[in-house]
């Protein structure tokens, strides 16, 4: 759970900077590596929950994305071996 509050946190900083619209997704996300699967995923609940902006002031991520994510997360690598 920690790398999901990391990564999120250094998307939602990501995207306070960067203001360009968030990317779409207009393919399959099975065609998707691990690290697309990992930004998509994370850009997505940056912009669900407002993370970028002062709207998602105090907001907190459900636990079922917090899950999703972390799957994203071990899909990786280097995490393949952390426990969930």
């Known amino acids: 759970m920690d790398e999901v509050a ?3 946190a250094q998307f939602a900083y990501f995207k306070m900077y960067d203001r360009t619209p968030f990317l779409s997704m207009s393919h399959s996300k099975r065609h998707l590596s691990p690290k697309q699967a990992l930004l ?6 940056v912009q669900q929950y407002n993370f970028h902006n002062l709207q998602g002031y105090g907001s907190r991520i459900d636990h079922k994305a917090i ?12 995490y393949k071996d952390i426990p969930t």
């Open 6 to 8: 990391a990564y999120s």
């Open 40 to 45: 998509f995923g994370m850009l997505s609940v």
């Open 67 to 78: 899950n999703r994510l972390m799957f994203v997360i071990k899909a990786l690598p280097q």
